[in-house]
Structure formats: structure tokens, C-alpha cells
């Protein structure tokens, strides 16, 4: 398959005449160690730098196929620019592709371009058609019985012209080309020395709104929630436009060690501990808290919520609390202190003495491998296929390496969700080695420029092959600052921020559009956090932003532009308080742009400056940007267009480009 | 050695336990595909992005040896930011070397880091000082029996200690720490999938100064010059400053449709013809014209050049004129027209009636490459040890790839500079796959936009990691339009540009000093060229350069700063005709700060801003800035500084700049 290295070549005779060069195919990850990412239905454009020496035509094809197929799909590339080639395909099936490029010498398009220039400047061709003749002869040696015929009799016009000029048009002639394209000469063919992957899933793997609910929050009258509870939500979170229903884990709860209100290490007798303090003596990973339900009740809400179009999300926590039966069955999966105790989770100075950490660096680590990944199969034969990850970033690599690939082979539409805040290549490297959507910095992302920066780094860089972002405003963990001091505006702002510019976020609620601001003075943490205690909030309380919530997800369901993070463009305006970018579909049907103020307190303007080329719009003519929050109409017209955004009204503008607007009953459309 | 794939594994034992991660190691071009390339004597500081999960401290290390060796050196890396490590190594040996890193956990590191936390919290430590005991005693299990000795007294001192803040003191102390880190476990270290190459050329390889010379036109009284000729020459060309004198091919020139004055088809009888239509009745590659004189003759001017410090290097060209005798020899080797005639070189429209192209796509290809291979070594055998490859582009890149790594086996020393004015990426392959030396775009770019562009692009990318540029202002084939238009001060600024911008250059000469400006109308080629007719220049001209060239060319040896390219940096000046930028050494003792004007015609001036704290410069006080060609010196202060360049005075300041400046005394330098 190589040119490049003689070692690796076939026949000792051809390889010296492989002129043809592919020097680089992509897109690829980590130099083709890791697989792109894709969902199903969506393309891969693929770009070969591919060439020769001389000034030999070359022409290029990709090769593709699913994995476990044996023969390639073939696609001719089109040459773009210096040297660069590209072509495209579609990944319609779950599962892994695999695809590379090839290049190999044309001597019949190099001698028509020859020809063409020798016509061009009137020198004698005689000798050329000769020429052109052989290279005929030799394609219709390889043709079938009636192309062949057609190929000798195009030769014999070239041998012995009636006229040049007949002769020559027959050369250059379509029909001819056409079929020596045909019967191209691949035999020096040079094929990319690397096989690269794109793993394919299903479309929710982009394109999907989360919400985070604690079950045990959803009861009424001060009793701890259960599924059923829950099952009486639904209707809303659906109304709301989430199709994502994340769930805390919902395992029985350790009493040793149990947190108590606000982390407290003094938990009162009601205390219902720390969800992510998993097991005790009524069981660990596999079981279900009995105050929230059975398996048959959790299997009815996933089955309720799916009526809703909405799929339930598993919080997948490889901790335990000190009472969970692993620590009494497998000691050895534990690391013991010298004074006989179990070592519990620590940050230091922060103690976590309600979670036990796994020890994945013992001499047992097969036995706990297999452990965890019969949990994880466990739960997909419950019926769920989405699983949120905490922390993967404190096990190790390799680990999550091996099991997402055992799970994904026979479960391909498996999602898991990274919940790594942690260094970005420890981030990126989760992502490349498997996971599907990965939590990101937006939490903290609050400027123009670290926003724009960041936005850039996810999509324009490799990062974008292969890290999903999910964005998320906020998580039981973090109340960050902007939302503590900017009020209600501030978190219509970030939400509108988070569904515009990632295909995938999603909110803890109910304490996201209930607005809940308030912090453990100086922390970026929820004062009387619900992870420590049960709520039951009014849903309906005063200055909720569910309206916006709902409208706005109901704009990136109708909006197809608006369910990719990759086609995503800054556009300049001219504020530092403002944001604005845009989103098209490939086809430019759906062109969707954002303003956005980043001020929640002032009102704020700038101009913003669209591509309207790329946009395909006549900057001669008006056109019509559409709001589609408050259904609003704009009659814009060239690049620059002025937005104004006041905070106590609506701080963001999500506009809808109408190309039409030429021919004057195009105005009764918005008059 | 490599953790990622389990199938790469040792014992399945272990595997699982691999915590560390080493995600990437550079320098690295093309995914490792190529080496990097150094000259002897300079460093190679390796990066990798080390990390592991959870918040474990990890050590990493480089590997490196020789690639004949089978012993890795190691060196330890250090932290820098964001999970990225670095270490050096020199490379004083010419030939190839390996180098690639490794990490592991190191788990007192990690604990002595969370003692600390600890105790700043004031926590209680004595089971952590157990802990800490058995890491130690475990390293005493594998030291030398002094050092095991020392490591159970202190392991002693922790499991009983008389006062936690001695034991803490001991356990935080550097002599345990080091004793630690002699004894790290690396058993569970992970190494770098790759192992990297680095190709180590000798010094000229970086830093050479070419003087491209016709040797038949340096004789006298209208006469056929000699090598002779040349020798005389010798003490000008060295006063000048060049160390490399470049002879155009000097193979005996064939008859057939040679090419009489300015490439005319139609030869008189005394016309010399091109020598690069190689080969006659008198031999081809391997003979010499004996109107330059004899074998003997050649290896003395190489003699002779090597006393005055100038080292003579030849044009590799591998083609023919219809004359050569390979033509009857091997006409296997060529390609055969229809009617009977050996195709030409063409360009359509262009012809080059005097060149038979070799056919690389013969089936006698291995024939052809082992006769072009023994080319190369008659010359070395006569002392060559510098070729000059004449459109390499127009091989095949496999011959190339398989020639140099031949020749370069059995002589490390030679260097070979790629004539590719190709596009970008095949200029770019061409130097990965071995070339030491490249032509670049440097001929043709003009304005201060191209220049900083292009600089960047040559040394802030992978690009800076293999292809060495070599600046020409102009070749025999290349009279650049600046230089038509622009003058004396034109030919003053290009020179300075290639000296001080690149670290190797060249002049095709005597025709630039002269300042040689008259072009074919609307064309870049020289009207009466050179490569068609002997010429006999008066070095002395009026208006001739070469004081500069000899000042220019000092300049550059004195100061070592200017012996690289890879450590320029371009600072900002206020005018759009002005380019300023610095070089240093990496003790900085050596700082060269270069400003050029642009504009042959006008006056310019304008502001630069200097990068003080780069320069370890205090910003308060006063520095020298002494300009090398002139003499003349400045005071200067702060980051800000005026620069004023008179194209009729002299367009370029070449400052030295000096640190001192503190005491009275230095005044006395410059006044």
C-alpha cells in the first residue's frame, strides 16, 4: 500500500515507478491513532494533499468501507487547491469506517493538457497524436469487448487524421475522456499509508438537551420523591423541549460517614446523604434506592419518558460509600491504610469520607475491570443507553479505553458523557479515546474573548473531530459567579448562550430556571445544596424563565442550523459587551444568527458585520432577519446591520436569514 | 512499550496498572513519518504532553541514543505548563538519532505533595507518615546496600517518630526526596509510541554563504575561462565572505540543438551552449569539459578553495542533451517518440530542444537510479562533498528518497541543496524526505506583508523542523522585477534581507554585485544570459556592492545570532515600508536586531518596538545599540526606538545590542 518506503513494497519492479505521492489525508486525530467522530447521516469530507513530480496530472480517490467489510468504496476526488484534493461520504450505520486516499500519474490528461497547449500556440501535433494513439491502444487492451472498439477507432482517427483539427477535437473530445478516465491506468497507483477511523453514533450523540433532576426532589408534601414522582414531570421537561433526562445516581445511599446538610461530616438521622455515596447493605452499583422505586418503577418512567420523546440518563460513578458489599466482597479493589481503614477520597485538604475511591492500580485490576463493565452492561439491559460519567478523569485512561470499546462493539448506540473538569489534554484525551460528549470550560466562559477563543479552539481546531461539547450553565456542583451577581438576565443569557452556540447542552433543574443564585458565600457552590438534602420547588415560582426554555428549544428543534457545534462562525460586532455568530445548514436553507449580550445589567448596541457571500445574499438587496424569540422582524440590508439588546427585555436576538425578499409581495410576508 | 493498545502489552498483568499517559512527543514531522533535522553541536529540546488520571505526580524522561546504538541515554524532563514537559540533548555526531519519553506515577512525590497540604491544614498525619514508611521502605527493597541502609533508618524515623515535625521535616526533606527519586519505580512507566529520528548534518548544513559562479566566464582577453581562471578568483570570492563556491554543471556541453545567445534554437558555431545540456562525444556526468581543464586541474581548485575556507560544490542535474552518451548507451532510460526521436523537454509551449529528460517510469528503472547513485560518489570520490540538485521536482520523489539515504549512509557529510521553485507542498516533501537545503519563495517576496508571512511560515511551523532555507535574491535563471526596477539600493537590500534574514544564502555573482539589472522586456530572465554566452565582468564596476557584501557577510560570521534562522523573531515597526527583527544566541550574549527599509526610492522611518524582557534588558535604563555596518551607535531606552534609513546612504541597520550601560564607565565605549 506504501510508495514511500521500499521495504514495503510489492513487486520489487513496479515500485520505483510509483511517482504519484499522497502526503497527508485527514481529517485525523492525534496522527490517526484516534478515530473522528460522526453521527449517523452526517459526512465525512475527506482532503488528500496528493501529487507528482513534474508537471504530470495526477487524479486521487478515496477508499472507503465499515470496518468489518473486506472490499473499499471508491469516490474520485476533485482537486481544489495546491495540491489539496477532496471528496466526501456518507456514514449512514452505527459502528466504525474506515477510509484513505490513493493517487496515481494520468498520462492521458497530461498529454490532452499538453496537446491543448501545443494547439494553443500553433506548433506541429503530428507526433503527438501518435502518441495519444499508443496511450489509447493501451486502454482498449484492458477495456470490454465494445468500449475497446470504440477506443481502437478513436486511435485509428488519431493515426491517420483526415484533418488535424478533426483529430485534435476528437482528443479533447468528451466522449473520449470520459471513457479513458474509464480505463485508467492504476496500476502505480499510490495508496496513503494509514487507515483512518471515524466512528459513527446515533444523531442524539450531537444534537441534544439535557436536563439534570434529583427523583428524590420530585415529591410532594415533603416526601422523598420517587420514579413516580418523576413520571408526573414529564409532561413539563418535554414541554420544555429537553429530550435528555439525566439522573443523579440513584443507588442505595451509604450511612457511614454520610454527609449532612451543606456537607456537613455530621449528618443528622434525616439526612439523605450524598447520591454519589453509592451502596450499602441493601446493595451497590446494580441496585436502586428503594425509597425512590423499584426496577419495575424505573423501567416505567424510562418507558413514559420515551412516550415523551424523552430518554433517560444514568450517572455511571465508579466510588463507593464505606458500606457498599464490594468493600467487604473485594477488599482487594480498595487500598488499605496502615491503621486497618479504607482509604476514603481525598483532594488535599479536602476529604470526601463518605466516598471510597476504586484502586485501579491493584494487582486485581482484571476482576474490577470486568465488575465495572457488567455494571455498565447491566444497566443497558435495563433499557438505558445514555450514560453520564462522573469524573472519569480519576481512573484511569486505559480503562475507559478498553471498556467503552467492549461496550460499544455490541451496543453502538451507547452514549457516554465525560463530566471531566479537569486540564484541558486530560479533557481532550477522554474524548479521543471514546467518549461521546464531553462536559467543557463554557461553565466558566463568560467574555467576548474567552468565549470567541474558546469557541474557536473547539470547532476550528482538531478538537472538533472528535470532543462533542456539552455545555452547561450550571451542574449541582457549580454555581458559577456570573449566575451569582447577574440575576434573572444573567441566566437567560448563559442559557441562550449555551443552546446557540453548542448543539448539546443542558441545565440542572430545577434550580436553573427558577433562578437560584444563591452561593456559600465566596465558593462557586450552591448554598443548601440539593446534593446533600431534598428539595421540593415551586415550579411555578415568580421570575422563572421555563417560557424562554421552552422557546428557545423549540427554535433549535425547527432549526436544523442549529444542531452542529462545527458549523459555527464568529461574526465581528463592534461591542465588547456583545457576541454574535452564525450557523447555516451545508445547503444554506437554514441560516441561523445569534446576537447575544454578555451584559446583564445594560442595555446594549453594536453593528454586526455578516457574511453575506458566504450567505448567498445580494448585499443590493434588503432581506429579512426574523426573531424567532419574540417573533420580531428586521428588514436588513448589506454586511453591516444594528442590534440593540436590553437585558430586562430579552438579551439575545436569534435571527432567522430569509435570502427571499426580492419581488415586492415577498414584503405582505412580514406587513 | 506502549500502553495505549493492550495488544501491544508485556505480561497482561501489568498492563491495566498503566496509569501514565504520554499523548505526544516533538518535535515531530509528519507524525514521525520524517525526522527532524539538526546541525552537530546544536540542541534538541523535546517536548511531550505527560500526564495521569486523578492528581498523582508523574515523572517523565526522554530516551535517546544513536540509532546504531542499542543503549538509550535518558534524561529527565521537566514540568512546564499545561501537562507539557521538556528536556535537551545535544547532538555532536553526525548520522541519525532516536529520541522519544516516557512517564510514570510516582507515588511518594504524590504523597510528599499531599503531606504538605496536609499539614498546612493542620491535619493529623500519623497514619500518613505509616504510608509514606512503606513507600520507603519498598525503595530500600531495590537500593544499593548503603542507600537501603539510610532509606530504613528514615522509614524508621516515620513509623516512630519521636515528633511529627521532625519525622515531617525528614519526610519533606530534600536528601530523602532525592534518595526517592534515584529509587522511583519505573516498572509501570509508560513510553511513547514512537520512537522519532533527528538527522544530524554537519554545521554548513545551517550556516553557508554561496557564490554561484560561471567558471568559463572568468577568463581573460575574451578566452574560455578555466579552473584556473577560478583559482584566481579565490582570494576575492573568500574576501567577500562566501564559503561555498558553486560551479554550474561543467560536464562537456552536447551539440545537438544547442542553444546560441539569449536561449535562441539557432547556435553560431562559437556559441557555448547551456551547461546544463550535459553530455557530448567527450563523455556525460562523469567527464569534465575540457575547455575548464582537466581532473586535475578540478581537484586542485578544490585544494586551493579549501585554503581560503571556501568549500566548491556542484550541480547534480540529471539530464542530457541528445549527445550524451547514455543516449546509445541506455536507451532504455529515455523516451521514445513515434517517430523515432528521443522526447525533449518540454513545459508545452515550451521546449528545451537541448535536454533530454531521463524517463523514470523505464522498467530499467533500478539500472537507472544505481548509475545516478554512482554519480554522485565519482564526485565524492573527488572530493565533493556539496551538490546542488538542479529541478529535483521533476523525479520522482521515491529516487530521491532512496539516493540520499544511500549516499548519506556511508557520507554524512554531504549536503544537498533542493532547486525546487515548486509549488509549496512539493517543496515541503522534498525537504522531508532528505534534502538539507532548500531554495524558497524568498526571490519573490517583496513587500513587508510576504516577508513576515512567509518567515513565520518557515520557522514557527513543523516546516522550521526540516526544510532549511537557503535565500537567493536572484539565480542565472532569476532576474526578480525588484531588482529590474529598484537600483543599486535594491540589490544593497536584498542581499541584507537573504544575510540577515537566513542563515544560509547565496548571490549568483559577479552579475549581483554589479548590480546587473537588464531583463528580457516583461520577463525575469537576464537579457543576454549568462547560461547562453561567456562573459568577462569588470569586478571593479562602478556602483558595484561588494563592500557590503564582504561587510555584510563579516557581520554574519562575527555574530552567532545570525548562524540560525529558527531563532528570529519579528518585532513590530510603525511603517508599512520598514521590517524589523532580532536574532540571539540562547545565552543571549549575542543579540542582532536587524531593521530594513524596503523602499529602494524614499527615506522611511518609523518606531520599533523591542522585546526588552525577551532581551533581559531593563527597560529603565539605557543599552547600546551599535550598528555593525556603519559603525555608528546609538543610545537607546525602553521598547520604543527611532530608526531613520536612507536608500541612498544605506537602506539597513544591523545592530548589535548591548546589554551594559549601567556603570559611567561603559560610556566610555562609544565616546
Known sequence: MNAEHPENQGPAVAYGKNRAVVDYVGPQVDCGRFPIKRAAGETVTVVAHAFSDGHDHIRAEILYRKRQQSEW??????????????????????GEYL?????????????????????????????????????????AATAEPDDARKLREWARTLQSPDSLARASDVALGETLTQMMRKYTDKSLAVTYDKELAVVVDRPKAVFSTWYELFPRSCGQGGKHGTFHDCERLLPEIARMGFDVLYLPPIHPIGQTNRKGKNNSTLAMPDDPGSPWAIGSSLGGHKAINPELGSFEDFQRLIGKAGEYGVEVAMDLAFQCSPDHPYVKEHPEWFRWRPDGTVQFAENPPKKYEDILPL???????QSLWEELKSVVLFWIGKGIRIFRVDNPHTKPFIFWQWLLDEVRRDYPDVIFLSEAFTRPKVMQRLARIGFNQSYTYFTWRNTKWELEQYIAELTKTEIGEYLRPSFWPNTPDILPQYLQYGGRPAFIIRLLLAATLSASYGIYGPAYELCVDQAIEGREEYLNSEKYEIKQWDWDARGNI???????????RQNPALQSIRNIELYPIDNEAMLCYGKMTEDKSNIIVTAVS???HHKQSGWVRLPLHKMEIDPR???????????????????????????????????????????????????
Open 73 to 94: 468504496a471508491v469516490q474520485e476526488m476533485t482537486y481544489e487547491v495546491d495540491d489539496e484534493w477532496s471528496a466526501s461520504f456518507k456514514v449512514l450505520e452505527l
Open 359 to 365: 484502586n485501579f492500580e491493584t494487582d486485581q485490576w
Open 621 to 671: 438587496r434588503p432581506f429579512l432577519a426574523h426573531e424567532l424569540i419574540t417573533d420580531d422582524k428586521y428588514i436588513w440590508q448589506g454586511e453591516a446591520n444594528y442590534v440593540e439588546l436590553d437585558p430586562r427585555i430579552m438579551p439575545v436576538h436569534i435571527l432567522r436569514i430569509h435570502k427571499g425578499l426580492r419581488r415586492e409581495s415577498d414584503f405582505d410576508y412580514f406587513m
Open 546 to 556: 421555563r417560557a424562554v426554555v421552552e422557546r428557545v428549544n423549540r427554535i433549535r
Open 598 to 600: 454578555i451584559d446583564p
Open 99 to 139: 477510509y484513505t486516499a490513493r493517487a496515481w500519474v494520468d498520462h492521458f490528461a497530461t498529454w490532452q493538457s499538453d496537446l491543448r497547449k501545443k494547439l494553443e500556440a500553433g506548433q506541429n501535433i503530428t507526433v503527438e497524436l501518435q502518441m495519444g494513439a499508443e496511450l489509447i491502444l493501451a486502454a
